[in-house]
């Protein structure tokens, strides 16, 4: 091993309460009900998230370390059944031979050498397939930060590492995005060595259309967790988050947040053409809600959660302002589903909250605009709008009526309308549950975007038990229509989707 396995999980708050890791897998064919599922849904909910086998050594950095282990609802007939599986990656085998953790976290550094996992995984970095989950052209994959995701058979059994046919041996984001116009998915890879950071396309087929085409201006290692599409351009915003691979090997952070270098947002022409950037003040984030083209104004509209630093962990590298993907240190309003915010405030650098950014590919600027300083994050829409113009989408939101919340934790859930008149909200207060990320599930045959439901896990904080929870997209403020009970603890975060029955 490289660096001292000497950790402490208890002082770890993401590794414990309805955080802690679960490591039992299980099947229940018939979900205890409460209400009545809508007849009309018909496929499986899915999410990933970390979920670590066994007890981490070295350190634990949340939400980027830990196994991935997804969460299975099917859903027909206003039936539902329940399975969960862990990712299963060569080295999670390795440790599972072995009885503990072989790996450390990753700012700790810490690997195997050969006389405990073999020639071929010694001083590997461990995959990390926990983040998110999607299905392309018949492949369902487990998703990394910036590695190759895991396939993934239907009922969750793992097939092994996707490469794409050897074309993007280095991996993938966590966030790749599908365009429904197209069928296309777009993807992009940072990493620690030139190039640094590359773009790819990936045919509805499978097949990879082009890339990984390195990214001009890119010149040095950055993390960059999110993305956006738009009918012209891949948008990546570059926030001042640089990777110090030496001060991580001398007991410092891994990541270095350095603000006086600014936020640069690269709008990458999907035809192959020049990239364009913009500048701007330092600000992170976590995850874009949608992109588009104003073809009025010719400017790029994307639309995010905005945080004033990056903060991993319990603390992090930033300043403790925020900058995690749970609590903001900013001032939010716990809403009442009245009007949601200032609607035209500057989005300065300091400010949380849900903002537009409107970037003009030729002057090279941007224009940033809080919709809304609440405390959310998780932001999601219907997905059959990606890269075309939206105007709902759902948070996962902090009331404000909760003391104790963990970063990365939420009591309710929000949902805004975008329209020409100005923002509004609403919100549904969880009582006694914490909520996960809201997926929407569409009604067969409509485009309407009210008409369907929203999805999430959700974990009782007074008994530690996980529902999931099913709301109707038209009056959601109302709460559930239908619960079921998942007969194991789901640990909050992170990513998931809705995957209709394909005919």
Known sequence: M???????????????GRFAPVTEEVDVAELEITGELPPDLDGVYLRNGPNPRFTPIGSYLYPIDGDGMIHGVWLSEGRARYRNRFVRTPAMIAEERAGRALWGGLESMITPGPEEVGDALAHTFKPLPDINVVRHAGRLLALAESDCPFRMSPDLDTLGKETFDGRLPAGITAHPKIDPATGELAVFCYALEPPYLTWSSIGPDGTVRSGPTPVAGAEEPQMIHDMALTARYLVLVLAPAFFDVTAALNGGSFIA??????????LIPRDGGPVRWADDEAFWLWHTVNAYDDPGSGQVVLDYVQWPALSLGAGGPADGRGGHPGRSGGGGRSGDGSRAGDGGRSGGSGRHGLTRALIDPVAGTVRRTVLDDSRVELPRIDDRFLARPHHRLAVASDSGRVDGLLPGEYDALRWYDLGASGVTSQVWNAGDLSVGEPVFAPAPGTRDAERGYWLTYATDRTDGASWFLVLPADDPAQGPVARARIPVRVPLGLHGVWLPTEE
């Open 2 to 16: 490289t660096a001292s396995t000497a950790f402490d999980p208890a002082r770890t708050a993401h590794l414990s």
């Open 257 to 266: 947040w350095r603000p006086d270098r600014g936020t640069r947002i690269a």
